[in-house]
């Protein structure tokens, strides 16, 4: 895919657990990401943002929310708890209303048995209610701490298709975007 100027992908973080497994699998799709010309990568790790649990005003929350209003496309790297989302990723969504609009996410998820699939369909939900375009492709890792493997060629395949079809549509929206505000 050749554009005339890299798409902003913001890669958010969801777990903020003390020891959790977050980084492994950010390390391992940031890998793949980054030697795509396609993206201007960063990471939005939830751990690192203290956003109010009120959904209060303050310098973090413009912070967060001119990221969000910046980016093309984003990638949820999450776990499963309790077979659902981390409370982290609700505050997040929740803190930010019209930057989400018109803009493409995909789902990289880890956990036990499910693989953090589960948690995937639920924020898909999430997202469809914040006007953002949820890539069908997902990857996700089963037992994650136990058999976590980066040559994992299900794996592998995965993100590759679920990037492309990310840029095409983020291409898409960001190319409508420019050319009139989105009507929600």
């Given at each position: 895919m050749?554009l005339?100027?890299p798409?902003?992908?913001e890669?958010?973080v969801?777990?903020?657990?003390?020891?959790?497994?977050?980084?492994?699998?950010?390390d391992?799709?940031l890998?793949?990401a980054r030697?795509r010309?396609t993206?201007d990568t960063?990471?939005?790790?939830l751990?690192?943002i203290?956003l109010?649990?009120?959904?209060?005003?303050s310098?973090?929350?413009?912070?967060?929310?001119?990221?969000?209003?910046r980016?093309?496309?984003f990638?949820?790297?999450t776990?499963?708890?309790?077979h659902?989302?981390?409370?982290?990723?609700?505050?997040a969504?929740?803190t930010?209303?019209?930057?989400?609009?018109a803009?493409?996410v995909?789902?990289?998820a880890y956990?036990?048995?499910?693989g953090?699939?589960r948690?995937v369909?639920?924020?898909?939900?999430v997202v469809?209610e914040?006007?953002?375009?949820?890539i069908?492709?997902?990857?996700s890792?089963h037992?994650?701490?136990?058999?976590?493997?980066?040559?994992?060629?299900?794996?592998?395949d995965?993100?590759?298709?679920?990037?492309?079809?990310?840029a095409w549509?983020a291409d898409?929206?960001?190319?409508?975007r420019?050319?009139?505000?989105?009507?929600?």
């Open positions: 050749e005339d100027r798409l902003r992908l890669v958010i969801g777990s903020v657990r003390v020891k959790r497994f977050a980084p492994v699998v950010l391992w799709f890998e793949r030697v010309d993206y960063a990471v939005l790790d751990a690192e203290p109010p649990q009120d959904l209060s005003a310098q973090v929350v413009d912070s967060f929310t001119d990221r969000i209003g980016a093309d496309a990638i949820v790297v776990s499963e708890y309790n659902g989302y981390p409370a982290a990723l609700k505050t969504f929740d930010v209303k019209y930057e989400w609009r803009k493409p995909g789902f990289v956990g036990g048995m499910s953090g699939l948690a369909e639920q924020l898909r939900q469809a914040l006007h953002m375009v949820s069908r492709e997902a990857v890792f037992q994650a701490r136990k058999h976590f493997d980066p040559e994992d060629g299900a794996a592998n995965a993100v590759e298709r679920m990037l492309t079809q990310l549509w898409a929206l960001r190319t409508q420019e050319q009139s505000p989105y009507p929600g």
